[in-house]
């Protein structure tokens, strides 16, 4: 996983393949540092929630998805509408479906945990992690 810094928060976050497999790039910074350790807690299943400064550029809707969804714990699943009802705008689930596609920060806002109202992952690109990171967090998906 690559992840980047300005130095109070993290800035940027995406999943880097080598061979196939997910790694993490080496950290130099303090911060970059506690991130490493927080992702090695979570797929070693020592940690259910990250606790990092994130920032957060979008709209004042999606930053109110985006906060809300990198409060979820490790295995919890929502649906776009339940998403949109606890922001206040119990009408926009396509708006928050919206909002997901465009989720910065891979893993810290966890985006594989906001599914259809059936169930379904919903709107991922082929070749996504989203489902491997649902059975990984032990869903069996629809």
Partial sequence: MRVATDGAAIVAADFVRSRGEVR????????????????????????????????????????????????????????????????????????????????????FIPAHRVVGADGRVKGSAPGSLRRRLLRFEGHRLP
């Fill in 24 to 107: 993490l790039v080496r950290a130099p910074h303090p911060l970059l540092r506690e991130a490493r350790g927080q992702v090695e807690a979570y797929f070693t299943r020592r940690l259910r929630s990250f606790d990092l400064p994130l920032a957060l550029s979008g709209t004042p809707f999606q930053r109110a998805v985006w906060e809300l969804v990198s409060r979820l714990e490790f295995g919890q699943l929502v649906s776009y509408g339940d998403v949109a009802f606890a922001i206040g705008h119990p009408l926009a689930h396509r708006g928050v479906a919206a909002a997901m596609c465009k989720a910065p920060l891979d893993l």
